[in-house]
């Protein structure tokens, strides 16, 4: 009877030290998820780099059109895409990335400024989201090296979503759908993979098939005689000195009002004194990111504080302030004709 009950108590350990083993095993396993790097993705993984070669030489180079994405990276683009128009994102739940990223205008805030949840009017114009993916930084000032760690800075400001990390997580995880959406990342539902969702989805928003870019692809009736001479013009007065590259713009910063005088000067300063308030340094006043020139036609009001409400007014001022130059009417006819052949094929969004 001793031995029998010895034997019962010897299996019992047993099975007890094989589940205390298997459950720290699953336990590391779920640890070793949650620590896991997240899968990069490239821009191979996301555009057509080869099927339309430039044939026109140019310092501006064609947008690449998506290609069909991997199921992987797919299924977190879908999620971005859901992310970016979820206002749990925001402190008080009332607003989205989309509310100043309107996709059917342009990808920015025509209202110019836009307002956070704080109801404070921000300083600074919204710039679009189309073809951000190609900027080589984010925001005007470029505090941001790429669009995952411009994700985060909007939905933690309390000027615009007011929003804060255990807040935004609590909402999600206890949304059953968000848990499944979430299901296409080891890692589950936290900070780093929604910045990297959104993210993903951004670098979809490109708008590629542009008049001008069909033109660089070898398509001579793609853009007329006129916008031809503006784009001629464009280079001969050295505005593609600064826009230039996929973006038409984006790669480099530039000091705003170089030969601007000093009432002008103020008046674009305003309280906004670009990479210096970042940097402290003298170099750095008045210095700010190239805005790309993709679907400018569609991006009014324009410069960094929104100030010019048409694009001839801002061509104007653009040959006063960069250029030195009045420009004569005729010209800003044609360097907007130009511009308006930058617009490209938005409809990626709405497929």
Known sequence: MLQKSLTTLLLITLLGLFWFIGERSLSTLSEGQKEAPLQRFDEHDFYQLDKFPQQVDSPIHPIPPLKKLSPPLQARVNLGRQLFQDVRLSGNQKISCKSCHQLEQGGHDSRGGSTGTSGKLLRRNSPTVYNAAFNFRQFWDGRSANLSAQAEQPILDQ?????????????????????????????????????????????????????????????????????????????????????????????????????????????????????????????????????????????????????????????????????????????????????????????????
């Open 159 to 351: 000027n615009e979503m007011g929003g804060s990390w255990p807040v935004i997580l609590q909402r999600l995880l206890t949304d059953p759908n968000m848990v499944s959406a979430f299901s296409v990342y080891p890692q589950g539902i936290t900070a780093e993979t929604i910045r990297d969702a959104l993210s993903l989805y951004e670098r979809t928003l490109v708008t590629p098939h542009s008049p001008f870019d069909r033109y660089l692809r070898g398509d001579e009736s793609a853009i007329n005689g006129a916008q031809k001479r503006g784009y001629l013009l464009f280079k001969k007065l050295g505005c593609i000195s600064c826009h230039q590259g996929r973006n038409v713009g984006g790669n480099l910063y530039q000091k705003m009002g170089i030969y601007a005088t000093e009432a002008q000067l103020t008046q674009l300063q305003e309280d906004d004194f670009g990479r210096y308030e970042l940097t402290g340094m003298e170099s750095d006043r008045m210095l700010f990111k190239v805005p790309s020139l993709r679907n400018v036609a569609l991006t009014p009001p324009y410069f960094h504080n929104g100030s010019r409400a048409t694009l001839e007014q801002a061509v104007a001022d653009m040959g006063l302030f960069q250029l030195g130059r009045e420009l004569e009417e005729h010209q800003i006819e044609l360097l907007v004709l130009f511009l308006q052949t930058l617009t490209g094929d938005l409809s990626e969004e709405k497929k």
